[in-house]
C-alpha cells in the first residue's frame, strides 16, 4: 500500500470508484483469489480465469447499484460468480462426473502433493464429486458457498438473493443427501486440509 493512502474497506472502495474508477483495483486485488478458488471448484481452472474476470467486469459495471449498507462487497461477488456458473450448470454437472470418475481434480491438485496421499484423496474425491453432481442447482450452490467457509448463512442469503431459511433448509437436504451417498459422513467434515509437505 503506498504511503499515506488508506483503501478502507469494501463499501468505501466501490464508492471511491464511481468517482474514481481505477479505485476498483483494490476490490480485486482484495478479492480475486478467493473468488478465483471458488470458481474453480465448480468448474475447473480453465473456465474460473475466464469467470473471475467475467465477475468483476460485472461487478465493476454494477457498482453504482452497490448497496453503500454493505460493508463487506464478497458475498455481492460470490453472488454475481454463482450467477455466472449457472450459465454454465451442464458443463458443472460434466466436471463433477468427470472428477468422479478418474478422481482426479485439476482444481485442488498440488504437484507437492505425494502420490501416495493424491491417491487416497482421489477416492474421497470421486465419491465426493459423484454426490455433488446429483445435487440440483440450489443445493449444490448453498453446500459449496457454506464449505469455501468465508461466509455466513446470511451472507449466503444476500450472495444468492434467498431468504436466510432458505439457505437453511437447502443445507439441510444438501447435507442429508451427501451423508447417504457418502456412507453417513458429513460432507462439511471432508473439507481439505492444509499440506503439512
Known amino acids: 500500500m503506498t504511503a499515506g493512502v488508506h483503501l478502507g474497506g469494501d463499501q468505501a472502495i466501490i464508492e471511491r470508484s464511481r468517482r474514481d474508477p481505477e479505485a476498483f483495483a483494490a476490490l480485486y486485488d482484495r478479492h480475486a483469489p478467493t473468488i478465483h478458488r471458488y470458481l474453480a471448484r465448480r468448474l475447473g481452472r480453465d473456465l474460473a480465469d475466464d469467470l473471475m474476470a467475467e465477475t468483476f467486469l ?5 457498482r453504482h447499484r452497490y448497496d ?7 458475498p455481492w461477488l460470490y453472488g454475481i460468480a454463482t450467477n455466472l456458473i449457472g450459465q454454465h450448470r451442464r458443463r458443472e454437472v460434466r466436471f ?5 470418475r478418474t478422481g482426479a481434480d485439476p482444481a485442488v491438485y498440488s504437484p507437492d502433493e505425494g502420490v501416495a496421499d493424491r ?13 455433488l453432481g446429483r ?5 449444490r450452490d448453498v453446500l459449496l458457498l457454506t464449505a469455501s467457509g468465508d461466509l455466513s448463512p446470511a451472507e449466503i442469503g444476500a450472495a444468492l438473493g434467498i431468504a436466510t431459511g432458505t439457505v437453511h433448509s437447502r443445507l439441510h437436504r ?3 443427501k451427501m451423508r447417504e451417498a457418502l456412507g453417513g459422513t458429513d460432507p462439511l ?7 503439512d509437505g
Open 119 to 131: 491417491v487416497a484423496a482421489q477416492g474421497i474425491r470421486r465419491e465426493l464429486a459423484a454426490a
Open 68 to 74: 453503500p449498507e454493505r460493508l463487506n462487497a464478497l
Open 58 to 62: 460485472q461487478a465493476f459495471r454494477q
Open 174 to 176: 444438501a447435507r442429508t
Open 96 to 100: 463433477w462426473r468427470a472428477v468422479a
Open 189 to 195: 467434515d471432508m473439507r481439505e486440509e492444509p499440506h
Open 135 to 139: 445435487l440440483n442447482r440450489g443445493q
